[in-house]
């Protein structure tokens, strides 16, 4: 009987801790997904790519694993939603750009 009872407890942990067909909740303040192609690279190559580009030394952000790099180290989005000194001041984001960068660094920054 104690043999049925800890196999049938092991079964039921193995269940309830597969989540891999569950999608994960947005973070908070997020309403949708934020693709990396669709919403976030255009933003970067309009407000950043003309500063961090190969060579400049500061990180090309034209190639998304420089980007990445400074999200996972969090200085994008000390300078960005911290200091608020990037971009520079001649190329401003709107609240709705600065809504999705928020969101696609709180969902980890997926290159999705």
Not at 2 to 20: A, E, R, Y
Not at 33 to 51: H, L, M, Q, R, S
Not at 71 to 89: A, H, I, Q, T
Request: overall charge neutral; some cysteine; aromatic content about 8%.
């Amino acid at each position: 009987m104690k043999k049925v009872i800890i196999t049938f407890i092991g079964i039921s942990i193995f269940l309830v801790s597969c989540t891999s067909d569950k999608e994960q909740p947005l973070p908070v303040g997020c309403t949708s997904t934020i693709y990396f192609a669709k919403d976030v690279k255009p933003i970067i190559d309009a407000a950043c790519v003309g500063c961090h580009f190969a060579g400049a030394g500061i990180g090309d952000f034209a190639v998304f694993s420089e980007l990445k790099a400074k999200v996972d180290n969090g200085s994008f989005k000390n300078r960005v939603f911290v200091l608020k000194d990037m971009p520079s001041p001649s190329t401003p984001l709107t609240a709705d750009e600065l809504g999705k960068l928020n969101c696609w660094v709180e969902q980890g920054a997926p290159n999705n």
